[in-house]
C-alpha cells in the first residue's frame, strides 16, 4: 500500500522560506514518479513541481519556478520541496502525490484530473503579508 506522509508545513512571513518532505513507503521508490500539489481555499488543486525518481525529470509549475526546488532522497525515500521567496498567495495546503504511470511533467500538468494518483494528507503553509 503506497504511503505518503507529509511533513514541514507552518507559517511563515512572506519573503521567508520552509522545506516541505514527503516520506514514501509501501511501494518501489524508485519506480514512481512524486509530486507535490496544492489548493488553496476555494481554488482548484495545482500541481506545482514533480520529480520522475528513476530518470530524475523534473516539472515546475510557471507560479514557482524559480522559487521552489524539489529533491529526492533514494536512500531515504523521501522528496523534498524548498519553498524559498514566499508569497501570501502560496497559502494552500500542500499534498504529496505518487504515481507509476506518469512522467513528470505529465503529473503536474493532468495530475489534478488524474483519478488513479495515491495522495498524503497534507500539510498546511499559511504565508503572513
Known amino acids: 500500500e503506497v504511503q505518503l506522509v507529509e511533513s514541514g508545513g507552518g507559517l511563515v512571513q512572506a519573503g521567508g522560506s520552509l522545506r516541505l518532505s514527503c516520506a514514501a513507503s509501501?511501494?518501489?521508490?524508485?519506480?514512481?514518479?512524486i509530486g507535490w500539489f496544492r489548493q488553496a481555499p476555494g481554488k482548484e488543486r495545482e500541481g506545482i513541481s514533480c520529480?520522475?525518481?528513476?530518470?530524475?525529470?523534473?516539472y515546475y509549475a510557471d507560479s514557482v519556478k524559480g522559487r521552489f526546488t524539489i529533491s529526492s532522497d533514494n536512500a531515504k525515500n523521501t522528496v523534498y520541496l524548498q519553498m524559498n521567496s514566499l508569497k501570501p498567495e502560496d497559502t494552500a495546503v500542500y499534498y504529496c502525490?505518487?504515481?507509476?504511470?506518469?512522467?513528470?511533467?505529465?503529473?503536474?500538468?493532468?495530475?489534478?484530473?488524474?483519478?488513479?494518483?495515491?495522495w498524503g494528507k497534507g500539510t498546511l503553509v499559511t504565508v503572513s503579508s
Open positions: 502525490v505518487a504515481d507509476r504511470a506518469l512522467n513528470a511533467h505529465a503529473m503536474g500538468v493532468m495530475g489534478p484530473y488524474y483519478e488513479m494518483l495515491s
Open positions: 509501501g511501494f518501489t521508490f524508485s519506480d514512481y514518479t
Open positions: 520529480i520522475g525518481i528513476s530518470d530524475g525529470s523534473i
